[in-house]
């Protein structure tokens, strides 16, 4: 067999930890902004009229956008941490039997490889002790597909999307980082 072609990683995909620090700038700014506006009655011209209850729907309208917006960038970054494995595992030859199962999903998908059908499913299959927090992965990321995909439907095949939301999605990311035993290039 040929040499593998190495895949260039950039640095580009958000830690953990910067989604939550954006997360909780965010929200600070949000609450700040809006009880600023009820508190000293100075209001920006766009809220003049506005009653508090229009006010408190609006914070919590925007609040739900940070919550969704975040929960996308959590789940994108634990891909990311999950494909850098595989790719590694792929095309460096590292002699754990586990790697030689990702191998040979590499050899023949290459980069094409399902994140669902290929990646987790090997992980699951080759290392059943996280079965769940991968099945809860497989779930969340239905929530992501839902989500990047506009919502314009209710989602009857998996109304378990309804259960996610940021916290949920956060601390997800964090079993799933915390625990699985992920290779870096």
Request: charged share 30%; aromatic share 10%.
């Amino acid at each position: 067999m040929g040499k593998r072609k190495k895949t260039s990683f950039s640095s580009e995909y958000s830690k953990v930890e910067q989604v939550q620090e954006y997360y909780s700038d965010s929200e600070d700014s949000l609450n700040s902004y809006y009880s600023h506006m009820v508190s000293e009655g100075s209001a920006p011209a766009k809220f003049v009229g506005y009653s508090l209850e229009e006010i408190n729907k609006e914070l919590k309208e925007r609040k739900d956008t940070l919550d969704r917006m975040c929960s996308l960038e959590l789940l994108a970054s634990v891909e990311a941490r999950l494909r850098i494995d595989y790719l590694v595992r792929g095309q460096d030859k590292l002699k754990d039997n586990f790697s030689r199962k990702i191998r040979e999903i590499y050899d023949a998908k290459g980069n094409r490889a399902s994140l669902v059908d290929d990646i987790l499913h090997t992980w699951k299959k080759e290392n059943p002790s996280h079965k769940a927090r991968l099945d809860n992965l497989g779930k969340a990321l239905d929530y992501r597909n839902w989500l990047a995909h506009g919502r314009y439907w209710m989602p009857k095949k998996h109304p378990h999307v309804n259960q996610y939301d940021y916290f949920a999605i956060y601390s997800l990311a964090v079993d799933i980082l915390s625990n699985l035993e992920l290779v870096e290039a």
